[in-house]
């Protein structure tokens, strides 16, 4: 099943402002960092098995350049990500990417690589991942 862990919810957290001024965010908010290189939005995730899961990031960019980050998990940078425009910053997209993942904490870091910082970002979705192949049929 998959876990929700909102941007806004401890251990969260938000090199910015916790946000609520543009609408149609889950929970009670999204994080607004600080438009600069390294200003992050960090979860702290639990995955009940060691293996490639799927996460997904709720953003949303109403400018027109796309925004990077890096994908840190543990400390350890596992791949970049780019944040392309949603068309306002009340149109909320979702973009996924397959991460390697022990079982337990991990922590997820969304570390921004461009001056203009990271997108709001409204929460970060974990779908554990399979362990073999799947059956036959
Ligand atoms: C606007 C918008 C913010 C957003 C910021 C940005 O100020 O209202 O929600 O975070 O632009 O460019 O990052
Ligand atoms: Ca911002």
Redesign the pocket.
């Known amino acids: 099943a998959t876990t929700r862990y909102e941007a806004e919810t401890a251990p969260a957290t938000c090199d910015?402002l916790i946000?609520s001024?543009?609408t149609g965010y889950s929970g009670t908010g999204f994080c607004?960092?600080d438009?600069a290189v390294g200003a992050a939005s960090q979860f702290t995730v639990s995955a009940s098995e060691t293996g490639t899961a799927t996460i997904g990031v709720r953003y949303?960019n109403?400018?027109t350049t796309a925004r990077p980050a890096d994908l840190i998990v543990n400390g350890v940078t596992v791949l970049s990500m780019s944040f392309e425009p949603t068309g306002a910053?009340t149109t909320w997209a979702t973009k996924t990417a397959a991460v390697q993942l022990d079982s337990g904490n991990s922590t997820i870091r969304l570390d921004p690589t461009g001056a203009?910082?990271?997108?709001?970002i409204d929460y970060l979705d974990l779908e554990p991942g399979d362990t073999g192949p799947p059956p036959d049929g």
């Open positions: 910015g946000e001024n543009h607004n960092g438009n949303a109403g400018t910053w203009d910082g990271l997108p709001n």
